[in-house]
């Protein structure tokens, strides 16, 4: 099997993708999406997103890291996607047809336009044919828009436009990430196409994997918010040890760390934090440290507790 980290937007950056393959797992690492319009994104932009460009496309583990795109134009998407492959050496290229933010589904692009399988099939179809033979072609969809009487058809329609591997969440994006998840859905949609697919959704263990598994008939997994609130979560699904508090301390303290090296010390300062509440869900020591921490502005205050705690442990 093949664990894929998600691609969760304002959560998986690059510390969080380097620090979660060194922790071990994961097969495969996919960027926050990369919002494009109108022209081709300039390359910092890329960069933004995904450093890993300038180091062969992979963690520093060694760990592929594919780009994301996400966008409502077939054309402006791919012209992106052929920039990305041909002159950045992206390894490879994934479309978002699953975000439910407003704003972006306002602007008709993730999870609003599985309201119109056609337009799934002319982005996929565009983006195809101007990337490289060798450089594979994935996407990522929930069940539908507000009902899942679309799934199947916008997941045939993006195997007939080229896409080579599915990833679908088992929800609509009107249940948002209500539990629970529909894997039975993956199961239908995995039975209705020749390609692989991998389920996602509502994985919080080693239980809830096997479980995903089973019901979807899937070999291969996504995780996101399951790995970052357990960041053992990918090894232990491959029989590895669950982390205890004391080591997932030291991984919290090095993420800060990171996070003080940034020029943004207001996002620095919100990822620390987010980081820490989602952990609680896994570790009642973090609930104990979120308080803690919760009110301070200053992300130097809030490494300054997250290394004394590191230590203390």
């Not at 980290?5 to 380097?18: F, N």
């Not at 077939?74 to 479309?95: F, Q, R, S, T």
């Not at 990522?140 to 199947?152: C, N, P, T, V």
Request: hydrophobic content about 45%; aromatic content about 8%; overall charge neutral.
């Amino acid at each position: 099997m093949t664990i894929t980290l998600a691609p969760m937007e304002g959560v998986v950056d690059v510390y969080m993708r380097d620090m979660l393959t060194k922790v071990g797992g994961f097969d495969l690492c996919v960027t926050e999406f990369v919002r494009v319009s109108q022209v081709v994104a300039p390359d910092e932009w890329f960069y933004k997103y995904c450093p890993e460009l300038k180091t062969d496309g992979k963690t520093q583990n060694g760990i592929p890291v594919h780009v994301q795109l996400m966008g409502g134009e077939a054309d402006v998407m791919a012209m992106n996607a052929g920039h990305a492959a041909y002159e950045l050496k992206a390894p490879g290229i994934d479309l978002n047809f699953g975000c439910p933010a407003k704003a972006v589904n306002r602007h008709m692009a993730g999870a609003a336009l599985l309201q119109w399988p056609e337009k799934l099939y002319d982005i996929a179809h565009a983006v195809k044919q101007a990337m490289p033979d060798d450089v594979p072609l994935s996407a990522k969809m929930r069940l539908g828009f507000e009902d899942k009487s679309l799934a199947i058809e916008n997941a045939q329609n993006l195997v007939a436009a080229g896409v080579e591997k599915l990833t679908v969440h088992a929800r609509t994006k009107l249940e948002g990430y209500k539990a629970p998840a529909h894997w039975e859905w993956i199961a239908r949609i995995r039975e209705a196409v020749d390609i692989r697919v991998v389920a996602n959704g509502e994985v919080w263990s080693p239980e809830d994997a096997k479980e995903c598994l089973k019901v979807s008939g899937c070999t291969d997994i996504m995780i996101g918010r399951g790995a970052i609130a357990r960041p053992s979560l990918a090894r232990e699904i491959k029989g590895g040890d669950f982390a205890q508090w004391p080591e997932v301390m030291g991984w919290l303290q090095s993420y800060c760390a990171n996070m003080l090296d940034t020029d943004r010390p207001k996002w620095g300062e919100g990822r620390m934090k987010q980081w820490i509440k989602l952990l609680g869900r896994t570790y009642p020591e973090a609930k104990v440290l979120f308080d803690e921490v919760k009110l301070l502005k200053d992300p130097n205050l809030i490494y300054d507790v997250v290394s004394k705690k590191a230590t203390a442990a």
